[in-house]
């Protein structure tokens, strides 16, 4: 059945107000360090540089998680000019940004945006206060929380309908490709990213006719 055509604008105007929100909070939030362990992630940060070593797992308390948060953030200070900290940021909002977008069309694939249920959990995860911080923070978890939106999109694409997967589509052989490279880009952010690879297995369980095994 067709959507309401109050529901749809109703959700198109909560998308423009969220995004409009999204960068006003940028705007008034950029340059200022935010998060409880965000010290020590910028030592970190600085201590990182594409011709040099690694710094040791114990220099600093963020030292010893995978390097790509660091050397990304470390690279766009260095490409643009801009501090750490605001490219730490730069990083954060881009990454929520995704991850909301991303989410959006998770909802719309699986038949939910345009409902009351499916509008009210992506707005107010929207506005979740520890994610709204989240997107001015100088940490690794909002790239963490943008692969794992990543992962799952990828996974509900891949097998929200079972029975039209196959191995030997180029489609499907190009989105496990991304589906692998998402996960390793986890592994290379952050250790816990390692439960991102029950995803797939999750929507597979959700979505497939269990009375085909008996």
Known sequence: LAAPHWLIRTEFALLCMTIILKFVQLHIHVGNRYGADSMAFIKTVNAYGFLKEFPDIAAYMTSYHPPLSFLLIRGISDASGVTPVIASQLVSFASLMCAFLLLRQILKKIGLLYTLLGITFLYLTAS????????????????????????????????????????????????????????????????????????PFIVLFVRCNLNQFY
């Open 128 to 199: 979740l206060p520890f994610l709204v911080r989240l997107s001015v923070t100088s940490t690794y978890d909002s790239l963490v929380y943008l692969l794992g939106t990543l992962v799952l999109y990828i996974s509900i694409d891949l097998f929200w309908e079972p029975a039209s997967f196959s191995i030997r589509k180029s489609s499907c052989r190009q989105r496990l490709i991304l589906l692998f490279g998402a996960l390793v880009l986890g592994l290379m952010t952050k250790y816990n990213c390692l439960l991102f690879f029950g995803f």
